[in-house]
C-alpha cells in the first residue's frame, strides 16, 4: 500500500511557540491531503483538506490562521500550530489518497504537548 | 453532527473467539465504507473497505458487512488474536475526493 510519512512524532513545546508538522506521501503523487486531529479517546476529527497548489479549505470551528497549512509540493503538506496553548495539545494526523482510489492512507501521528 | 457512529464502545473477547464491531451510519448517500484499526499512539491502519453495491466483502480473517436498509455496517474479525486489541473505526465517504468521516470508535480488548 501506499506510505504517508509524518514527523515529528512527538513534540513538547511552551505555550506561544509554533510547531511544524510534515506530511509526505512517498511513493505516490497526493494532489489533497487532510489533517484531522484526535483527543485521547475520542474519534479522529476533520480539521482541513490540504490542496496542491492552492488554499486549503478548513472545517467549520477550525481556525484557519491558527492551523496553517502549506500544500506546495504533491508529496508534502505542512501544518503549522502558530502560537500554540495548551488546548492545541492533541495527536495530529495527516492522510492522503491515490487520486483513482478513495482509500486514504494516514500518517503515524504527531502527539503536540504544549506546556 | 456525526453521521457515522457505534454502538458499543468496548468489546472484550477471549482469544480464538470471533469478533463482531458494528457502526451506524446516517448519510443515506454514502457509497463507500473502510474500517480502519488504530493502536495507542499510531495512525489509522487500513483494514477492509466495501461499496454500496455490495453487500459483503471478505478479507483476510476480516469480513465486513453492509446493510443499506437499516445503514448499518458491521466487521467480523475470525479467530480473534491478542494483537487484534486496538480501537476500530469506521469510516464513510459520500463524494469522491473529499474526506472520511469516522465514527466514535470502539475498543476490542482481547484476551489470552
Redesign the interface.
Known amino acids: 500500500?501506499a506510505v504517508?510519512s509524518?514527523h515529528p512524532s512527538r513534540v513538547i513545546c511552551k505555550s506561544g511557540t509554533s510547531v511544524k508538522i510534515e506530511c509526505r506521501s512517498l511513493d505516490f503523487q497526493a494532489t489533497?491531503m487532510?489533517w484531522?486531529r484526535q483527543f485521547p479517546k475520542?474519534?479522529?476529527?476533520?480539521m482541513a483538506?490540504s490542496n496542491e497548489g492552492s488554499k486549503a479549505t478548513y472545517e467549520q470551528g477550525v481556525e484557519k490562521d491558527k492551523f496553517l497549512i502549506n500544500h506546495a509540493s504533491l508529496t508534502l503538506s505542512t501544518l503549522t500550530v502558530t502560537s500554540a496553548h495548551p488546548e492545541d495539545s492533541s495527536?495530529y494526523?495527516c492522510?492522503a489518497?491515490v487520486s483513482s482510489n478513495?482509500?486514504?492512507?494516514?500518517?503515524?501521528?504527531t502527539?503536540l504537548s504544549v506546556l | 453532527g456525526?453521521s457515522v457512529g457505534l454502538h458499543l464502545p468496548t468489546l472484550s473477547v477471549q482469544e480464538g473467539d470471533n469478533s463482531i464491531i458494528n457502526c451506524a451510519y446516517s448519510n443515506s448517500a454514502s457509497d463507500?465504507f473502510?474500517w480502519?484499526k488504530q493502536e495507542s499512539?499510531?495512525?489509522?491502519?487500513?483494514i477492509i473497505?466495501i461499496r454500496s453495491n455490495m453487500d459483503k466483502r471478505q478479507g483476510q480473517r476480516v469480513t465486513v458487512l453492509l446493510n443499506k436498509t437499516v445503514k448499518h455496517l458491521s466487521l467480523q474479525i475470525a479467530a480473534t488474536q491478542p494483537g487484534d486489541s486496538a480501537v476500530y473505526?469506521c469510516?464513510e465517504?459520500s463524494q469522491?475526493?473529499?474526506?472520511?468521516?469516522?465514527?466514535?470508535?470502539t475498543t476490542l480488548s482481547v484476551s489470552s
Open positions: 500500500g504517508v509524518q489533497t487532510f484531522y475520542q474519534s479522529l476529527m476533520l483538506t495527536f494526523i492522510s489518497r478513495e482509500k486514504l492512507f494516514f500518517g503515524s501521528g502527539q | 456525526e463507500y473502510i480502519y499512539g499510531k495512525g489509522p491502519q487500513f473497505d473505526f469510516a465517504n469522491a475526493g473529499t474526506a472520511l468521516i469516522f465514527g466514535k470508535g
